[in-house]
């Protein structure tokens, strides 16, 4: 039987290779949790508090641009080239003013001179980063994301070998961060390398006229991005800032496990976002992707959920010691932001396939109104985890909004496998709530309750899911019709 190519076989195959690159985190995941344990809750309060400030500086050269170059190069192959020079152009002129004030922020907030140095560094990094997803867009837009895949892994295992050298040599903070800039470095190299051997020929010049129609075209886009990004890094920094170091470590801790599990709403909008794009909101089909997208996603929302929630003694002392007891309780609350993250990070870019931009910016700015009257006083009543707490208000108000401004649309994007998930998810809580906490036991019988409950009730569209994986691996007939 002759195999026809749809959405349903792009999807599935762009996500497999997302996937596929957002395991190569698992070693950067290693070497943090390897430099928390020798830096200690303090070393590693100020690694947390310079890793977020960094994140700034690369949301203020990122402004969302990503996508649109994505959109531009998939839709004009033949014109990357020029489309690279107007991107790293308004790079460079956004870099200049924003990176000397992004330099004098530690010096304004008088951190320590190892904190200030560890900024600079990580900034750096960051900013190499920048460019370096200027390189992962013409892989995505020409639809060769093995070639991203192979760049990231390259990144990691130069950070894994660079930082574990740094950690023997005397584990200082320092070592930690500069072992980033050395793999953005690299990574970089090899990146703009690969486009133009094998995508487009690069030819640096100034480009002002298309990096001012690159702006112009960003518009809210941009604003939505920059007041979301602002709204996740505002807690860490908050945290830092209010409660100390002590407490930024442990925070920092619990949120470097929640960073990995946040993946998978990264991976699945790599496979339906453009499907989405493609067909508009007036075709049926939208609803029926969005919904069956959502419903794989409260899927792994309950069970990272339950994971937190019933595991975070027994996770934080395998991952990180005993040194880092405290950081449990912030991590079983994160539990409850990452469900919820799952929909806000994907109900997100619905918005933006609908072409509503400015909905989005209204519910990223209701996102960080309510980020900024929460977590000071969170954080200075609780502490990490009155910062944990923030996190999971804030995602509950994305969520809501965005749901709100979906209705009109869509109408609500969930069918009666919601109200499964939520029975199968309700009883491994009542099986788990009744044994003893800290009990790595206690993690496996809720997820194994959780498992047994979706087994009996169904409630993810696991004909979908087969008809994907047939589409990804290579065999089979892939409809273009979404099951």
């Given at each position: 039987?002759?195999?026809?190519?749809?959405?349903?076989?792009?999807?599935?195959?762009?996500?497999?290779?997302?996937?596929?690159?957002?395991?190569?985190?698992?070693?950067?995941?290693?070497?943090?949790?390897?430099?928390?344990?020798?830096?200690?809750?303090?070393?590693?309060?100020?690694?947390?508090?310079?890793?977020?400030?960094?994140?700034?500086?690369?949301?203020?050269?990122?402004?969302?641009?990503?996508?649109?170059?994505?959109?531009?190069?998939?839709?004009?192959?033949?014109?990357?080239?020029?489309?690279?020079?107007?991107?790293?152009?308004?790079?460079?002129?956004?870099?200049?003013?924003?990176?000397?004030?992004?330099?004098?922020?530690?010096?304004?907030?008088?951190?320590?001179?190892?904190?200030?140095?560890?900024?600079?560094?990580?900034?750096?990094?960051?900013?190499?980063?920048?460019?370096?997803?200027?390189?992962?867009?013409?892989?995505?837009?020409?639809?060769?994301?093995?070639?991203?895949?192979?760049?990231?892994?390259?990144?990691?295992?130069?950070?894994?070998?660079?930082?574990?050298?740094?950690?023997?040599?005397?584990?200082?903070?320092?070592?930690?961060?500069?072992?980033?800039?050395?793999?953005?470095?690299?990574?970089?190299?090899?990146?703009?390398?690969?486009?133009?051997?094998?995508?487009?020929?690069?030819?640096?010049?100034?480009?002002?006229?298309?990096?001012?129609?690159?702006?112009?075209?960003?518009?809210?886009?941009?604003?939505?991005f920059l007041l979301a990004f602002t709204t996740t890094r505002l807690v860490?920094?908050?945290?830092?800032?209010?409660?100390?170091?002590?407490?930024?470590?442990?925070?920092?801790?619990?949120?470097?496990?929640?960073?990995?599990?946040?993946?998978?709403?990264?991976?699945?909008?790599?496979?339906?976002?453009?499907?989405?794009?493609?067909?508009?909101?007036?075709?049926?089909?939208?609803?029926?992707?969005?919904?069956?997208?959502?419903?794989?996603?409260?899927?792994?929302?309950?069970?990272?959920?339950?994971?937190?929630?019933?595991?975070?003694?027994?996770?934080?002392?395998?991952?990180?010691?005993?040194?880092?007891?405290?950081?449990?309780?912030?991590?079983?609350?994160?539990?409850?932001?990452?469900?919820l993250g799952f929909l806000s990070h994907f109900l997100g870019f619905v918005?933006?396939?609908?072409?509503?931009?400015?909905?989005?910016?209204?519910?990223?700015?209701?996102?960080?109104?309510?980020?900024?009257?929460?977590?000071?006083?969170?954080?200075?009543?609780?502490?990490?985890?009155?910062?944990?707490?923030?996190?999971?208000?804030?995602?509950?108000?994305?969520?809501?909004?965005?749901?709100?401004?979906?209705?009109?649309?869509?109408?609500?994007?969930?069918?009666?496998?919601?109200?499964?998930?939520?029975?199968?998810?309700?009883?491994?809580?009542?099986?788990?709530?009744?044994?003893?906490?800290?009990?790595?036991?206690?993690?496996?019988?809720?997820?194994?309750?959780?498992?047994?409950?979706?087994?009996?009730?169904?409630?993810?569209?696991?004909?979908?899911?087969?008809?994907?994986?047939?589409?990804?691996?290579?065999?089979?007939?892939?409809?273009?019709?979404?099951?």
């Open positions: 039987m002759s195999r026809l190519v749809g959405p349903a076989d792009r999807m599935a195959r762009n996500t497999l290779l997302k996937a596929a690159v957002q395991a190569t985190r698992l070693l950067s995941l290693a070497f943090v949790i390897l430099a928390a344990r020798v830096l200690g809750p303090e070393g590693f309060g100020k690694f947390t508090f310079a890793y977020a400030l960094a994140t700034l500086l690369g949301a203020a050269l990122d402004l969302g641009m990503h996508s649109i170059l994505v959109r531009s190069i998939a839709r004009a192959r033949s014109d990357t080239a020029e489309y690279w020079a107007a991107a790293v152009t308004l790079k460079l002129a956004l870099l200049v003013p924003v990176g000397a004030i992004f330099a004098a922020l530690p010096l304004v907030t008088a951190r320590p001179l190892d904190t200030t140095a560890a900024v600079w560094l990580l900034g750096t990094a960051i900013a190499l980063q920048s460019f370096i997803e200027l390189a992962v867009c013409v892989f995505t837009g020409f639809e060769r994301l093995e070639a991203e895949l192979g760049v990231r892994i390259v990144e990691k295992l130069v950070l894994f070998g660079v930082g574990v050298a740094g950690l023997a040599l005397g584990g200082r903070l320092l070592l930690v961060a500069g072992a980033f800039v050395v793999a953005g470095a690299v990574s970089l190299t090899l990146g703009v390398g690969l486009v133009h051997r094998r995508f487009a020929r690069l030819a640096w010049h100034w480009h002002p006229a298309g990096a001012r129609a690159l702006a112009r075209a960003l518009g809210p886009v941009a604003v939505a860490p920094l908050l945290v830092a800032l209010l409660a100390g170091d002590v407490a930024a470590g442990y925070f920092g801790a619990a949120i470097r496990v929640l960073d990995v599990v946040m993946v998978a709403p990264v991976i699945v909008v790599a496979g339906v976002y453009p499907v989405l794009a493609r067909l508009g909101p007036g075709e049926p089909e939208f609803r029926r992707v969005v919904i069956s997208a959502v419903g794989w996603l409260l899927v792994l929302g309950a069970a990272v959920g339950l994971a937190f929630g019933h595991g975070a003694e027994w996770l934080t002392a395998r991952v990180y010691g005993p040194r880092y007891a405290l950081a449990a309780p912030a991590l079983a609350v994160l539990g409850l932001a990452a469900g918005l933006l396939a609908l072409d509503r931009p400015r909905r989005l910016v209204m519910v990223a700015a209701t996102s960080l109104a309510a980020s900024i009257a929460l977590t000071p006083g969170l954080v200075v009543t609780l502490g990490a985890v009155g910062g944990a707490l923030a996190l999971a208000l804030v995602e509950l108000v994305a969520v809501t909004g965005s749901l709100v401004a979906l209705i009109p649309f869509i109408r609500l994007p969930f069918d009666r496998r919601a109200a499964k998930t939520a029975a199968a998810a309700l009883g491994a809580v009542l099986v788990a709530g009744a044994l003893p906490a800290g009990s790595g036991a206690r993690l496996v019988i809720a997820l194994a309750v959780y498992a047994a409950g979706l087994l009996a009730l169904r409630p993810a569209p696991m004909r979908a899911g087969r008809r994907l994986l047939r589409g990804a691996v290579g065999g089979g007939d892939v409809r273009t019709r979404w099951p």
